[in-house]
């Protein structure tokens, strides 16, 4: 199995309770069911306010390598990603477990 981790930071100057923010996070949340290869799929806000924090985090596991390359492929996380690009600067972990 492998674990996909991506810690987002907004932007900025942006708010978690813009539209385009709640439509990116709406978008993230509706992947679980929409991609077969996710075997796991938790998505949520920040809760502290450490300076250090990132804002909103994806914990994910898939199968395997091929499985993590068709979901970053698939069309559903292909629109959502775009939307965060607009507000959002992130990084990943990729690890097997």
């Avoid at 539209?19 to 509706?30: H, N």
């Avoid at 499985?67 to 698939?74: I, P, Q, S, T, V």
Wanted: proline share 3%.
């Amino acid at each position: 199995m492998i674990r996909h981790l991506v810690l987002f930071k907004l932007n900025e100057g942006v708010a978690r309770d813009e539209e385009r923010v709640l439509a990116g996070e709406k978008a993230f949340r509706e992947l679980e069911g929409q991609i077969p290869e996710l075997r796991f799929w938790e998505c949520a806000w920040n809760i502290t306010d450490r300076p250090i924090a990132y804002d909103f985090a994806i914990n994910s596991a898939v199968e395997d390598t091929d499985a993590l390359r068709r979901y970053l492929e698939h069309p559903a996380h292909q629109a959502a990603a775009a939307l965060w690009r607009e507000f959002a600067t992130w990084v990943i972990a990729d690890y097997e477990f």
